[in-house]
């Protein structure tokens, strides 16, 4: 209740409070957009031998919503049964996903992550490239050692490998590297004793060849021969691609007449990936 001189009105804004603590009310716009980007990590040891050791996919689905009215969306998946351990937006109906293995909702306006999860991925993941590496740090004609790296790219078929760099952590008696790069550039960090290759983007065509750095590593005077075995670390990225084979089979709209348009991205990354030597 108000009183006659109080300058609290009677009436709440509009445009601002819904029934529904996560969306405002009013929400108009001149074309109706929802886009999903579902990114997945991969996080693998591969032993000197080529096979994994460990491996494990975590992936999200983050959205930008720009939808008019309230609208009510349901997404649903070609092979849900690989979504394990999920972390669910508020807005989600948990009851529906966890019977129906789909996501029920009314989105919040604007961008944010609807469902955070581990894919579920029985027997080898098909980790998307092959490293052959040689890496000694004592030859017999000199003080130095010797690196050799190939990067042999096995990407799904029609897709490529991006942003690929390969970082080796060096021993300290490696004081530099003098290589050669047949694809990308190389550098090394003398205060981080760090090798970082930057190949870039790989051609999957067929001829393309597979990018390698080789050259002498610069050893230390005086220092003794490292007997440990450096690990290399790999990132990379690959568009339109799960590496769990999660796909979106639909996404419905209810409670409004519009069409909107829709579209959905898929990547996967490199998380923590090492390659033992």
């Known amino acids: 209740m108000t009183g006659r001189n109080s300058t609290v009105s009677a009436t709440l804004p509009t445009g601002q409070l819904s029934n529904i603590p996560w969306r405002r009310s009013g929400v108009k716009y001149a074309n109706n957009e ?23 996919v975590h992936g999200s689905i983050d959205c930008l919503i720009k939808l008019s009215g309230v609208p009510d969306l349901t997404l649903s998946f070609v092979n849900s049964r690989l979504i394990e351990d999920a972390s669910l937006h508020p807005c989600v109906r948990h009851r529906r996903f966890e019977v129906e293995r789909l996501l029920s ?5 604007g961008g944010f992550r609807l469902m955070a999860y581990r894919a579920s991925c029985h ?12 890496i000694s740090f004592k030859q017999a004609s000199g003080n130095s050692g010797h690196l050799e790296l190939t990067v042999i790219p096995r990407p799904p078929s029609g897709r490529q490998l991006e942003d690929l760099v390969l970082t080796v952590p060096m021993p300290r008696a490696v004081s530099g590297a003098s290589l050669v790069a047949s694809a990308g550039k190389y550098s090394y960090d003398t205060a981080s004793r760090t090798l970082v290759w930057t190949v870039g983007r790989l051609d999957s065509q067929k001829g393309a060849g597979s990018p ?4 002498t590593l610069v050893m230390q005077t005086g220092a003794p021969v490292p007997d440990c075995r450096p690990s290399i670390l790999v990132s990379f990225s690959i568009t339109g691609w799960t590496i769990s084979g999660l796909k979106v089979n639909r996404l419905d709209l209810h409670g409004e007449k519009y069409k909107p348009f829709k579209g959905v991205k898929y990547v996967t990354k490199a998380g923590k990936l090492e390659f033992r030597t």
């Open 212 to 215: 390698t750095l080789c050259g």
């Open 105 to 109: 909702f009314v989105p919040p306006d």
């Open 123 to 134: 027997g080898n993941l098909p980790v998307p490239l092959d490293l052959r590496h040689t």
């Open 34 to 56: 929802a886009y999903f980007d579902i990114v997945e990590e991969l996080d693998a040891i591969v032993d000197k031998f080529g096979g994994a050791v460990c491996a494990e």
